[in-house]
């Protein structure tokens, strides 16, 4: 401290060195503490309630599209070894057919078309395997009808394979689903809630179309445009057959867990089954059973046609079953038919 | 040292100084924070993980310090080990789950300081469904992006929003090699440190402005009181006050500090302060201010001889009553300063030795003829004591003088009243506001009951009554 001897009134005061070192100090200390600053914590994962969608609008069009660029390309090609990298299922099996027939009559029929732009797409939100996409097509450029796709994941580790695909009918009302950025759940085959589970309503649909009017479900289906063709065709075939003292039978069957099911914003499922049916017509009389339209001539081929003739058929069925209570008939919306094999027995 | 003096040179000497060289080293600090010590905007983490095929990064990870990150893995697997092709891939948290499922998996859980990830291992969860048919990884559908490289493999992320879900995936082609993995991000908004630092340096340059100007400039404001401080004198007197003048002094000071402080945003209110504080305050500015206020006048001629010695006698109620009336000027007269120049306006003049005659005759014949006895200085009042001196005042009195009355002169006054003031008698100078008789006191114990009688007859026209009180009490009740 050091004082001045002419300044009697006011002290000269120099700031001690001790304190002046103290104060710098404290200061440097904070400075030079925090140099890059605090170290982030990861925000602890906020468990959301509410699901997610799978995958994004982009992902799913790029999936859809690697899968119809491939059937396009056995479709020109005319191979059906690659079909199974992208399909599966009872659309596979279609598919095979379908080229196999082209092989023959050289065109795939125009019915195989699938249009590479969608109306509405439905992206699941299942944190589990399988997954489905259910795509509605626009309607082709010959103005048919507009195409259901149901596209699945097995597992985790495969792809995403085009599993159904079933022809709308005309004027058929599809029940209404979240849009792409909520995502749908999927449901089960053996949701409840309905007026009947998916696995019911699939086999009273085939019992329908086995048995017709005379089925006792009949009063639970609703009439619609596959029942009326398949019966104008049955019976047709059945005077024919009685003209020469033939017999023919269908048999419907559900496949075995092949069914898709998503559940609507309404209360119902929108359910895509496989329905195996197996057409046994036998000729009278000791004639030949030929085959009956012109699918069947392409995949009979050259072959020997004997009395009796099997044909296997696979049919997609897209059916909206209605939540219970409501007063609504399980209602097919749409529907493809493919015959995949012929035998002469 | 004045306490005002003392505050500006603590204010300006110590204070302002410290806070200045705060500022200048939260300038400095500031400055340095911003150039040398600036936080860089490259942090750049890696990890080292063995024994795992996968390695998976956990929700947040990739966005932890900034939008976009490059994630790079480098395996160092020889090609005896069989793949070595290194891929990493984005996917959301429950895609990359299901892959992984039924393998044991590394987790890259965050920074364990800035220069390395932290990771956990994690055991197998759920079923193993990987088959023969398994799509390979890059051609998986599950994932965003993914890239592969022999050895080694670099992914960018770009837009990723905290709270997304994006995870990355890291596949090393087998479980027999160790990767290294990396995760660089280049920061969009550094920590800033220089800034807080500036402002606090601003902030202490205010205040070291402050402290060398205005705050100690308040001892300034007090120099411009009125000057009423008692002297040395009267310096003496303040230990005889009253503990009531005591506290009404105290309160008046501290009232007068905040209208210090308050003048200086209004400078006026400094003297009307003071003059309404006067009355109130006159023991605490004789003791506070006794070094500025100018000397001032004490007039003996204001002191209340029936008061003082009435409290001496311990007579509460004409002690009282004496004590009221006169209660302005008796602070004033004690104390000596403030309102009392507005008071001695209203002083009274000096009492003729002839007017106090005539009073002292007047009393002699009214007072009852016991009361004669005991005073007989009723006839001696006619001698108006002329000397000044105490003693012969007491001689005098002791003769039967009724009165005792001192010629009243300031000089003869003062040193009366100091004496009288050394005896410890509160409310020792009075005067009487109506201008009656002053009579000085006398210390003497002998001469006081006698001295009480006279005063009280020489209280006779006090305006408060007490006309029969003194020639009553004056004659027995007295003591």
């Known amino acids: 401290m050091m004082r001045k001897a002419n300044t009697p009134r006011r002290m000269r005061y120099a700031l001690p060195a001790r304190m002046t070192v103290a104060i710098l100090s404290l200061t440097m200390i904070a400075g030079a503490a925090a140099c890059e600053g605090t170290i982030p914590e990861v925000p602890s994962a906020s468990s959301s309630t509410t699901a997610s969608p799978d995958m994004s609008e982009a992902q799913e069009k790029q999936i859809r599209t690697e899968i119809l660029d491939l059937i396009e390309k056995a479709n020109e090609s005319k191979q059906t070894d690659t079909l199974a990298q992208r399909m599966s299922g009872p659309a596979l099996q279609i598919r095979t057919s379908e080229i196999n027939i082209a092989k023959v009559t050289g065109n795939l029929n125009s019915t195989t078309q699938i249009p590479k732009d969608t109306t509405q797409v439905v992206i699941p939100t299942n944190t589990g395997w399988p997954r489905s996409i259910f795509a509605i097509t626009t309607t082709t450029s010959d103005q048919q009808s507009k195409r259901l796709m149901v596209i699945t994941q097995d597992s985790a580790r495969s792809n995403y394979k085009l599993w159904g695909v079933a022809r709308l009918f005309d004027g058929a009302q599809l029940p209404k689903f979240a849009v792409p950025q909520i995502g749908s759940q999927m449901g089960t085959a053996r949701d409840s809630g309905l007026v009947a589970s998916p696995t019911d309503a699939v086999a009273q649909y085939a019992d329908v179309l086995q048995n017709g009017s005379g089925s006792k479900y009949a009063e639970n289906i609703a009439s619609d445009s596959l029942r009326q063709k398949l019966e104008e065709l049955t019976q047709q075939v059945a005077e024919g057959m009685k003209r020469n003292n033939g017999t023919e039978e269908q048999v419907f069957t559900p496949a075995k867990d092949q069914i898709a099911v998503m559940r609507s914003t309404d209360g119902g499922d929108l359910v895509v089954a496989q329905i195996d049916s197996v057409w046994t017509r036998q000729a009278g009389e000791g004639r030949e059973s030929q085959p009956a339209n012109d699918a069947e001539v392409a995949l009979f081929g050259d072959r020997q046609a004997t009395s009796t003739m099997r044909v296997s058929y696979i049919n997609v069925l897209a059916m909206y079953v209605p939540p219970a209570g409501s007063n609504q008939k399980i209602t097919a919306v749409g529907a493809e038919r493919q015959p995949v094999k012929i035998e002469a027995l | ?479």
């Open chain 2, 1 to 479: 040292m004045r306490r005002h003096v003392r505050r500006a040179v603590v204010m300006r000497g110590i204070v302002a100084p410290i806070f200045g060289l705060i500022a200048v080293a939260c300038v400095v600090f500031g400055a340095l924070n911003a150039v040398v010590w600036k936080p860089s905007r490259d942090i750049s983490a890696r990890a080292q993980v063995s024994g795992a095929q996968y390695v998976t990064t956990d929700p947040g990870v990739l966005s932890l310090v900034d939008s976009s990150v490059r994630v790079t893995v480098e395996s160092d697997a020889s090609q005896a080990d069989g793949k070595t092709t290194v891929c990493v891939a984005l996917g959301s948290g429950k895609d990359v789950a299901g892959w992984v499922a039924g393998h044991a998996h590394e987790r890259i859980t965050g920074l364990s300081d800035w220069r390395t990830l932290s990771t956990q291992p994690a055991a197998a969860q759920g079923e193993d469904s990987s088959s023969d048919d398994d799509v390979a990884f890059k051609d998986s559908d599950l994932w965003t992006a993914v890239q592969c490289g022999e050895q080694s493999v670099t992914l960018r992320a770009a837009d990723l929003k905290s709270g997304n879900d994006t995870v990355a995936l890291i596949d090393g082609g087998n479980d027999q090699a160790s990767l290294t993995v990396t995760m660089h991000w280049v920061r969009q908004n550094p920590p800033d440190f220089a800034t807080p630092l500036y402002f606090l340096g601003g902030l202490f340059a205010v205040l070291a402005v402050l402290c060398a100007s205005v705050f100690a400039m308040e001892p300034q404001r007090r120099r411009k009181q009125t000057a009423e401080d008692s002297t040395g004198e009267t310096g003496q007197e303040q230990q005889e006050v009253a503990l009531g003048e005591a506290v009404a002094g105290s309160l008046s000071g501290v009232t007068k500090g905040i209208a210090g402080i308050g003048s200086l945003v209004n400078p006026k209110s400094r003297h009307t302060r003071h003059r309404h504080a006067g009355p109130g305050s006159a023991n605490h500015h004789a003791g506070a201010d006794a070094q500025d206020a100018a000397p001032v006048i004490i007039d003996p001629s204001r002191r209340n001889m029936l008061a003082s010695q009435s409290a001496a006698q311990g007579d509460a109620a004409v002690a009282q009553d004496a004590l009221d009336t006169p209660s302005i000027r008796r602070q004033e007269s004690s104390a000596g300063q403030g309102g009392a120049q507005v008071e001695e306006a209203v002083e009274t003049s000096v009492i003729s030795r002839q007017e106090l005659q005539d009073y002292f005759a007047r009393l002699a014949q009214e007072l009852p003829p016991d009361k004669e006895e005991t005073t007989p200085e009723g006839e001696s009042t006619a001698s108006a004591e002329e000397s000044p001196s105490e003693e012969s005042l007491s001689e005098h009195i002791s003769e039967g003088a009724a009165a005792a009355v001192s010629e009243i002169t300031p000089d003869a006054g003062g040193e009366r009243q100091s004496e009288s003031d050394s005896a410890t008698r509160p409310g020792a100078a009075e005067t009487d506001a109506d201008g009656d008789a002053v009579i000085s006191d006398v210390r003497s114990d002998t001469v006081q009951a006698q001295e009480d009688q006279a005063g009280e007859a020489g209280e006779a026209d006090d305006a408060t009554g007490n006309d029969d009180g003194p020639k009553a009490d004056g004659e027995g009740d007295s003591q």
